[in-house]
């Protein structure tokens, strides 16, 4: 049992950790892209889509007209204004911490405590060049220390389940998204479809899930599409696939459950978005359409979130 | 009143007090620039662990360290056993005052403190007459704010009955001088503190209420994370074990206090409220408040929730109060004081106010509700023009203020830019009342970091130390 604001808190505090470090993984993968002078050529549209799947094309056409790549860094790293950018993550985060610092342990507080007093040190003027990789890594490190303080540190019961809750419901959003960015890359017009800059895009997203090596462990056999996409939502032993988020956060609600001797709604959608995963077969999400599937992950994912809230934590 | 100022390591040149004899020592043998990078070592300290307070108004870094000052102050065992003593008389009496105040009223039919004084006061709660509290306590925690000015004399400066804070830094300070500086320590027989918040939570759960249903449920209720004070109200709770909650994290039911939990609503039967009495409950108080609980008053009078401190227990530090609390202690435990208080005029009264306006340039002017160092005149410090604007107000308004002679705060050795120097110190033990009472050795030590500084308020920049008091 604990206070259902430390629970809600507990639970945000993981998911802008996790969003801040996709949004880092995602905008890497963007800026590799857009080396390809091939690509950059093609009026850098991956500029535009990282700001799609992001989820803040309102929000940055609002302030923006054209997604210049510093348009884009500056709003989904630096724009205080903008709610889900890395800073506001980072920043949200630590305000959530401070006000539930006892159910932190110490590894975890000083993560989030450091990541907050090292941020204002970073800014666009700094992450021009070759600066962009430096601070990605930086914040790609930050949620890294989080996750594996968390689960290094952490008492197993229900705030720990929370705090996991948290990452994954995010990580589960965060790698549909980052897959959908393929949908959204247009090939140029005259490129071949698995031809060298299609190949190029597939394994910038592998690389964006730290999934370009495990990917050649797992297939052997070359970047192909299908495969690709298959180990990204199907395969459990991808800890960043949908699968393994949706089995994570059964497991994470099932012991909740245990523990608070009650099980809700969102104990009966979770088990639904796993199993679909777990008895499904990838020719069916191509037959769907991979683009309709991700969006249709995204929402169900989203509808979890929100009874997962209404059940536990501030509604 | 000794004019020369009392050095506790001892005058330069001078005599080196027994207790300092080792640090003297070891300060001797270690350069300055370790003690440089200790001090460095320690601040990273403290911003990593987010040991930070906010200051009000002044914009810049909203989240401050406070000075932590390296060099311990150490009080012998003979010393700390007189003071205590006397904190434990002081206390016992400040609770019987309280008690008395909200009860029978024997010591205002007594004409001991005048009625006017106590029920015109801005911290008499009506609210609280005839409520009866647990072991009839009020004052659970208090702060007694103390000075030196000699060897053998100690004098009560102030004393806290609401919600005095600095009890984490005690805590954090001793831990922090273990770790960098073990050599040291270990010369010493230091009596430990780091039992203080089984203490703390030992008195919580003895003053549960007389409806608790069972083992009581103890939380620690802030006014969130922009008050100064947040992390000594996280550090409490966490060290006690304890949710941490804030206002909307509580609701009444029939008089009954539940925190919403993930598991629905639970009951709480004791509140270690750092929440002030006009924010408690908007029914009671400020109806404009949103960092209390509606209905939490009637629970509380109904016998169904305690609150720690007690409300109203404000009328016992009210510093026109203070200077009754000698009497206190003979009208009702029959003892003489083991601690005194400094003497004190009351500008309220016709003389002292003639007395004070006559001599502000040597003494301190302090307004009777000020706090933190606020709304205070060091008279010697001040400016003409200060003390001309100062004495306007007293004037106008007499008996918000009273006034005390500047007293020749002791010093301690105390590390600062220039090297070691003497600062002037204050000290903030902590008592403990509840079924029994208790003083954990120690307390806060604050120091002015500023040469010929007297005031040692952290609003104020100033600093801490580590208080050593040694076992025999």
Redesign the interface.
Known sequence: ???????DSLYWIARYMERAENLARTLRVTDRLSLMPSIADADGSEWHSTVVVSGSESGFYEKHEEATPENVISYLAFDPENPSSIRSCIETAR?NA?????ALT?EQ??CL??AW?ELPGWNEARVRGSGLHRFLDWVKDCSLLFTGGTVATMLRR?SYY?TRLGTFIERNDNTARILDVKYHVLLPEHAEVGGGIDYYQWASILRAVSGYRSYNAVYREGLKPWLIAEFLIMREEMPRSLISCSAEIKECLDK?GEE?G?RHECHRIAGQLYSRLRFGKVEDVFRQGLHEFLCDHIEQNDRLGMEISRS??LG | MAQAIFDEMGAPGGEIRQAYKTLQAWLGETPPEILTLRREEAETFFRRIGITFAVYGEGGDPERIIPFDIIPRILEAAEWRQISDGLIQRVRALNAFIADVYGAQEILKAGIVPRDQVILNDTYRYQMQGVSVPHNVFTHIAGIDMVRVGPEEFYVLEDNCRTPSGVSYMLENREITMRLFPDLFSRYNVAPVDHYCDELMRTLTSVAPRNCPGEPTVVVLTPGIYNSAYYEHSFLADQMGVELVEGPDLYVMDDIVYMRTTQGPKRVDVIYRRVDDEFLDPLSFRPDSALGVAGLMSAYRAGNVNLTNAVGAGIADDKAIYTYVPDMVKFYLGETPILKNVPTWRCSEKADAQYVLERLPELVVKEVHGSGGYGMLVGPMATKEEIEAFGARVKAAPEKYIAQPTLALSTCPTFVNEGVAPRHVDLRPFILSGKDIKVVPGGLTRVAMREGSLVVNSSQGGGTKDTWVLKD
């Open positions: 049992m604990m206070l259902a604001r430390t629970a305000r401070r006000a539930v610092r006892t110490t507080w000083e405590n450091s007093l229900d929370f909740l608070y009650q536990y934590l």
